[in-house]
C-alpha cells in the first residue's frame, strides 16, 4: 500500500498503528418529512410569536412526520440515499447503528426495524441512545469496528420523530424541535484520512435539565402518567443553554488539539443545530469566521440525534464541502452529552 501524503495535520489514530486503516464517510444521505410546520402555525397552537422564535432561536420552520410516518421510516430513506452515493449495496453493510431518542418503540430497536426495510440481511443492528449527541457516538462507535477489522461497511443514521415527544401545549418546547434522518456510510478508504477524531463526553449529574419522565422502567405508562403529561419531553432552557455553550466549545477546542489544527484550517463547523445563538457563542469562542459555520436550522429546527447528520448532508450535496477538506461536528444534548468530530473529507 502507497504511504499517506505527508501529514498536513496530526492524525491521531497514528500512535495506535492503525497503519492502512482508515474509517471515511463514503457517502452521505438525509430526508425530511414532507409536512411543515412555519411559527405562523405556531402561533395559532400557542402563545407566542414569529418574532420570539426567530429572535430566540433562529428558527423559522420545521419538518413533521405523518402519523403513519415512523423513525425508522425517515432513517430508511436517508440510509438508502447514503447507501446510493457511497455505491453500497444492502448485502455489504455488516453493521447499522441508529442514534435515536424517538425509537419506534422500546424494543426491537430501531436499528432492526431499518435493517428490514433496506434488506441488509448480513448486517448486525441497534440502537445508541445520546440524545442530540448520538451522531458523533455513533459515527465513533462505527470507527471502532472499522478501525479493529471487525467490520468494513457500518451504516450510521441520526434519526428523530421528536413531534411524537413533544408537549404541544408547551411553549417552552415545541417551538424547538423537528422531525428528520440523516446518514453515513462509513468504510475504510485508502490513502485517506477520514474521521481522525471523535470527543465524547457527558455529565450524568445534569440529567435533570433535559429529559422525558415516562415510559421507562421508572415510571410506566398508566392513567397517572399520562394525565400529568409525563410522556413529553421536558427542558430547562436557560442552563441548558449555559451548558452547551461550554460544553460545545470545550469538546471542539480537545478535538482541535489531538489534530494539532488551528481552527482557521477548519473548512466548515457543523454544529449542533439546536439554536443560532448557541452556535454564535460556539463560533465566537472558537474563533472562528462566520462562512466556516454551517447553519440549517432555520428550515429544520432541533432534530437532536439527526441535526448534524442532515446538515453535514447538506454541507456535502450543496458543494461547501471538497475531497481534502477539514471538518469539524460539534454535537450537545441531554443526559448531557456532548461531542465534537474532525473529519478530513
Ligand atoms: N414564545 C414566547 N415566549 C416564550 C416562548 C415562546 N415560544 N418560550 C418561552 N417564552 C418566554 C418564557 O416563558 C420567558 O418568559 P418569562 O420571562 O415571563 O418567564 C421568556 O420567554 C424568556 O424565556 P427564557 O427561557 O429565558 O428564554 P431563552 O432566551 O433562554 O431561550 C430557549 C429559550 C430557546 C429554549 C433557549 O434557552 C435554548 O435554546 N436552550 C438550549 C436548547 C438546547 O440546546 N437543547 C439541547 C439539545 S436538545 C436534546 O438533546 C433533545
Known amino acids: 500500500m502507497s504511504p499517506l501524503p505527508s501529514p498536513k495535520f496530526k492524525n491521531p489514530r497514528a500512535k495506535y498503528n492503525f497503519r492502512g486503516r482508515t474509517c471515511s464517510i463514503a457517502g452521505v444521505g438525509a430526508y425530511v418529512p414532507s409536512r411543515i410546520l412555519t411559527n405562523a402555525d405556531l402561533e395559532k397552537m400557542v402563545n407566542t410569536s414569529d418574532e420570539w422564535i426567530t429572535s430566540r432561536t433562529g428558527i423559522k420552520e420545521r419538518h413533521l412526520?405523518?402519523?403513519?410516518?415512523?423513525?425508522?421510516?425517515?432513517?430508511?430513506?436517508?440510509?438508502?440515499?447514503?447507501m446510493a452515493q457511497a455505491g453500497v449495496t444492502a448485502e455489504e453493510i455488516d453493521l447499522i447503528v441508529v442514534a435515536t431518542i424517538t425509537p419506534d418503540m422500546p424494543f426491537p430497536s430501531t436499528a432492526a426495524l431499518v435493517q428490514r426495510k433496506i434488506g441488509a440481511r448480513r448486517a448486525a443492528a441497534f440502537d445508541l441512545e445520546a440524545a442530540c449527541a448520538g451522531f458523533i457516538y455513533a459515527l465513533e462507535v462505527a470507527q471502532q469496528f472499522i478501525m479493529s477489522r471487525t467490520y468494513d461497511t457500518v451504516l450510521v443514521i441520526g434519526a428523530e420523530k421528536l413531534s411524537s415527544i413533544v408537549d404541544w401545549q408547551d411553549r417552552n418546547t415545541c417551538v424547538l424541535f423537528g422531525d428528520g434522518a440523516g446518514a453515513a456510510i462509513l468504510r475504510n478508504r485508502p490513502n485517506a484520512h477520514g474521521l481522525l477524531t471523535a470527543v465524547m463526553g457527558a455529565?450524568?449529574?445534569?440529567?435533570?435539565?433535559?429529559?422525558?419522565?415516562?415510559?421507562?422502567?421508572?415510571?410506566?405508562?398508566?392513567?397517572?402518567?399520562?394525565?400529568?403529561?409525563?410522556?413529553?419531553?421536558?427542558?430547562?432552557?436557560k442552563e441548558t443553554f449555559k451548558?452547551?455553550?461550554?460544553?460545545?466549545?470545550?469538546?471542539?477546542?480537545?478535538?482541535?488539539?489531538?489534530?494539532?489544527?488551528?481552527?482557521?484550517?477548519?473548512?466548515?463547523?457543523?454544529?449542533?443545530?439546536?439554536?443560532?445563538?448557541?452556535?454564535?457563542?460556539?463560533?465566537?469562542?472558537?474563533?472562528?469566521?462566520?462562512?466556516?459555520?454551517?447553519?440549517n436550522l432555520h428550515k429544520f429546527g432541533n432534530t437532536s440525534a439527526a441535526s448534524v447528520a442532515i446538515a453535514l448532508d447538506e454541507a456535502v450535496n450543496s458543494g461547501r464541502v471538497q475531497a481534502g477538506d477539514?471538518?469539524?461536528?460539534?454535537?450537545?444534548?441531554?443526559?448531557?452529552?456532548?461531542?465534537?468530530?474532525?473529519?478530513?473529507?
Open 65 to 82: 412526520a405523518a402519523e403513519d410516518e415512523f423513525t425508522s421510516d425517515l432513517a430508511a430513506k436517508a440510509a438508502l440515499k447514503a
Open 203 to 237: 455529565d450524568g449529574t445534569k440529567s435533570d435539565l433535559l429529559f422525558m419522565a415516562g415510559g421507562g422502567s421508572r415510571c410506566p405508562a398508566s392513567e397517572e402518567s399520562v394525565a400529568n403529561r409525563m410522556h413529553f419531553l421536558r427542558m430547562e432552557g
Open 243 to 295: 451548558c452547551a455553550v461550554q460544553a460545545m466549545q470545550t469538546a471542539a477546542k480537545e478535538a482541535l488539539r489531538r489534530c494539532e489544527l488551528d481552527i482557521s484550517r477548519i473548512k466548515l463547523i457543523i454544529p449542533h443545530q439546536a439554536n443560532l445563538r448557541i452556535i454564535d457563542a460556539v463560533a465566537e469562542r472558537l474563533g472562528a469566521k462566520p462562512e466556516q459555520v454551517f447553519v
Open 326 to 345: 477539514l471538518l469539524l461536528l460539534i454535537v450537545f444534548g441531554a443526559g448531557l452529552t456532548w461531542g465534537a468530530a474532525v473529519i478530513e473529507w
